[in-house]
């Protein structure tokens, strides 16, 4: 009597393990890999849009911004351990898990195969553009630091630029959509939203929250473009507000003099 033959064991093409309790410290350091693109990048980026924002106001307003962000008490230390180092750890984490990872698009078009691969390309440009824009911004030219009033000249000679432009409205779009959709990874992997329905529905609360703070940042970008503050000076006086100072818009005090 033949017997019938066991089925050969499928082989499982190497990619990334979902998130499961007692997998070592991979399983740490994705839950941390997730936990950090909420707090404290998510939060940093709140904060930098909104202080972006006060460009809308003016160089003199947005100068002081910067200058009261400078001024914080051990802002350096904050710098490096809430926003430089996070940043660099999420990135190259997220990259690390892009490149054994695989999304499947053309066997299996579906919604979430989709959004796995925009999430991981808006993670590569958004990585890209902070590692360029910190440098530009940060680490190069007028030093922000020491000369606050000086932010807004910088951003908008390096927005006169076309092609800076568009890479910036660009990566604003992309760096939305990335957080406002990893929100709801973050909520869907922690447990916060069990159940499809809940999923669904705080899906639509993520796409709201991202179009808001898109519309934030673009309008941000409109701030160092549009002819009301064309040609600002290289330098003018921080004021905390225009209403209650009665110093100038703009200080003719250059870096030079």
Not at 156 to 166: F, V
Not at 199 to 210: D, H, L, S
Request: proline share 6%; charged share 10%.
């Amino acid at each position: 009597m033949a017997t019938a033959q066991q089925p050969a064991a499928h082989k499982i093409a190497r990619g990334v393990q979902p998130l499961r309790a007692g997998q070592g410290y991979t399983f740490v350091l994705r839950k941390l890999h997730s936990l950090l693109g909420i707090i404290p990048i998510g939060a940093f980026l709140l904060e930098h849009l909104l202080s972006n924002f006060e460009a809308l106001k003016g160089p003199a307003a947005y100068g002081a911004q910067v200058k009261f962000l400078n001024s914080l008490p051990m802002v350096r230390v904050l710098e490096w351990v809430f926003i430089f180092l996070p940043i660099l750890y999420h990135g190259l984490y997220g990259i690390w898990i892009w490149l054994r990872g695989k999304s499947n698009i053309v066997y299996y078009p579906w919604a979430g195969n989709w959004m796995y691969v925009a999430q991981r390309w808006t993670g590569l440009i958004a990585i890209l553009y902070i590692g360029q824009h910190v440098y530009r911004q940060r680490f190069s030219g007028v030093s922000l630091p020491e000369h606050p009033g000086a932010a807004f000249a910088k951003v908008q000679h390096e927005l006169a630029n076309p092609w800076m432009l568009a890479v910036y409205i660009v990566a604003m779009i992309a760096i939305c959509w990335h957080f406002s959709y990893g929100i709801w990874l973050f909520a869907a992997k922690w447990g916060i939203t069990p159940g499809e329905t809940a999923r669904k529905r705080f899906g639509y609360v993520c796409a709201a929250f991202g179009v808001v703070i898109l519309l934030i940042g673009l309008a941000s970008i409109w701030a160092f473009i549009e002819p009301k503050y064309q040609n600002a000076p290289e330098d003018v006086a921080p004021v905390v507000s225009l209403t209650l100072s009665p110093a100038p818009l703009y200080s003719t005090t250059t870096l030079s003099s």
